[in-house]
Structure formats: C-alpha cells, structure tokens
C-alpha cells in the first residue's frame, strides 16, 4: 500500500452501508414454486434492510435503541461510505436527509467527483460517496427507498431506514429529520439524470484506456419473454411460463458446467452459436454461449425493450471483466465510466466496450446465489474457477433465474501468461453435500 494512499485512508473515516433485502418466507420454497408454475414471483420481499435492520418504522426494528441501526459521526469530519444494493431484485435510491454526498468511485474505480442530494444503486451495484458532517447536531433518517419503471405494480413498496446521528451534548428530537424530497419511486427523469452524470476520473494517476480498434460487434435485445410448457402444464396464460432472454435465446443452466465441458471438449453440454442479433417473443432455450479470442475488442449495445408491457430496468452484470460505459448516440471515448453493472432501462440503449483479455488466470471471486443450489455452484464455477468462461446476466435474481443470461469463452492467448491454466488432477462434483462439506451448513433451511 502506497504512502499516498494510507494518507488518504487516514483522512476520511470509512464507513460501509449494505442494502439489501427481508423476506418473511422461505426464499427457496417461492423460488421453486415460481420456476415450477410459470407465473411472476410468488412474493416480492417484505422489506429492505440497512446493514441487516428495517428500522424504523417496521415493527422489528421500532425504537431506535433496540434495532434501527445507528452511524454515529463527529461533526466537521468527513465520512466515506461504501455502499452496497445487495437487494435481490430492486434499484434503490439512497440518501440521507438535509445532507449532500459526493460520489467518486464505483464498482472499485474512481469517478468524477459528483455532489448530489441522493444516489441510485441497481441490484450488484458499489458506490462510494463522502459525506461531510456538517448540519445541526442531532438525528438524520437515512433511508433506502424503490426506484421502478416496470407496467405492473409488483415490487417492495417499503423503506430501510438507519440513523445518522451526530455525537454530542444536545437536546434529541423525538423523531430524526425525514428526507420528505427523495425522488419518487418511478422517477425516469431522475434516475436518468443520475446515472448519466457519471464519469471517469480520467486524471493522470488514472487514465482512461477505452478500446478503438472494435473486432466484434453485438446487439443485444432485452426482453421478457414467454415459453411453452409441455402439455400446457403451467399455470401461467395458455399454458406458458414467463421467461427472460437475451436476443430470443434464455439460458438453460447445463448438467455439467461450461467450464468443464470446455476444458474437456464434451459435446452436447453447450453451443457456440449465441447470436449477436435476435428479437422475437417466443422464447428458444439453451446453454447459448460466445466464444471470443484472446485480446477481442468487443461492443455490445443493449437495447431494452417492454415486450408484452413487463419490462422494467435491466442491471447488467459482467464476470470477470470491468467495462467502459460508452454513450450509444455519442461514443463518449474520453472519461466513460468503468464499471461491471450497468443499468439498462426499457426502451432504452447502453453500449459498453471492454477487451477479453482475461482468460481467467486467477482466483477471482465465487458469488453464492441463495436461490440456485447445483446451477450456482456451476456459476461459481464460471467465476470463481472460471478459466475462460464468463458469466454475463440480468442482476435482478428473478430474471437471472428465468434465463436472462449467456456466457462468454475467452481462447487463451499465445503464452504461459495469457493462457488458461492446467485442468486441476480432482474437480469436486456438483452436488450439496461436497460443496457445503456438511449438512448443517448455514446456507441449508433449519428444518431439514
């Protein structure tokens, strides 16, 4: 860690807000029972959560002394906070009442530092922000409120709220200051205006290195789709399910995992034919991948549609790679922003660029999906282990898990350096107990 750098963390005390999302039922009991029935989830969550805790007003939480959770400042330092939307299927708007942040960085880059009454978070989305402590002392409502732009009315009305509470000899309010001003829940205006404001730093330090010489180009069609049931066996209408797709294809998680097949050269477990362009409503599924060569230069320009008026912003998600967010009418080449989630709203585009040059060299991460259980350990697979095969997909876990979704292979290049690592001698199988090691694992339900 550079001198400069243990300077700057000195400066600011950091401060970490994780949002995410509380259901009452038993998450794998409605993930089945939507996957089985076709139709749209059988319950959305019953509310956010601000660092594990509704607060107020929810009645698990009432009274800020018992479980509304509490960030306690100093007045006239300045905070940073890393914020995390881990809500499953939900953009949310964050803001904390009477102060202003400041965001500059996101997805571990660094921004063009832009103040703001509140930010936007798409589901897998960071953001880091400063906050000078700067008001009257007293009590501050932060809160984590929907942001939705979907036809049907079916998302988690509640707020998360948590306290910013200033330390101090003062007289406390009854009731913390309100943020009565944040955007309303299908403010298309101002989620736009936000997530278009976003830049890269772009300085000396931290150059922008955006790919010209384009080899591949894909156009990809969001859509939310439907799929026939055999013997018109879904609950859903005429007999179909709903599905999700990218360019008409929804992704069928494989009985052996990509990675695997790949390295081993099994046939029938995958196709290479993912296409660059596709629309149409009848869903067509498959393990559907693209495969890329070393050092590709890839443009892909999501279109987001409102196909059968279900649609809704799409965040996009990336394994392996972090990409350049480029404007689709203008090719901003100069201070894009580099993220790995992008939202997508409907009837709009995103055109992002990055190049393949990551055949998977190393140990990068492995996300846990509570609601897959085999498939997730062949996601992991792809993103923990994943020597040359990366996942993409839609962040909102309903439409991940209705197929929205598709993979990448990654050649390796022409050495040691940018190629994929030897096949290890023992692969674990995929199953529950020789992933989780034993069957009281924490991620198992209690009754089993």
Known sequence: MTSKLMALLKKFTVLTVVAASWYKHDVMEMMIKTLSSGVGLANVSDAFTINGQPGDPHPCSKGKITATILLMVDYGKTYLLHIVNAALNQ???????EHHVTVVGGDASYFKPLTTPYILLSPGQ??????????LLGEYYIVDTSYFDGEVDVYDHSTAIAIWEYKGNYT??????FPYDIPAYNDTAIASLFTSQIRSLASPEHLVDVPLDVTTQMYLVIT?????????SCTGSDGYRMAAALNNKTFKNPQVDILQAYNRNLSGIYDSDFPDYKNVTISNPGARVKVLNYNEIVEIVFQGTNVMNSAETHPIHLHGYKFYVTDPKNYNLCDPP????????KDR???IRFKASNPGMYFLHIIIFIVFI??????????????????MHCHLDKHMSWGMDTAFIVKSGGTTETSMKSL????????????LGSMDSMLLREDI
């Open 91 to 97: 953009d949310l708007f964050f803001m904390i009442s």
């Open 424 to 435: 290890p001698t023992y692969m674990p199988p995929c199953n529950l107990a020789s992933f």
């Open 126 to 135: 960071t953001m880091d922000v400063l906050v000078i402590a700067d008001q």
């Open 172 to 177: 406390h309010s009854s009731t913390p200051s």
């Open 349 to 351: 585009w995103t055109t």
């Open 374 to 391: 085999c498939s997730l350990i062949k996601h992991a697979n792809m993103d923990g282990f994943a020597l040359g095969v990366w996942f």
């Open 224 to 232: 939310m789709n439907i799929l026939h049931c055999p013997n018109d």
């Open 338 to 345: 580099e993220l790995n989630t992008i939202p997508n709203p």
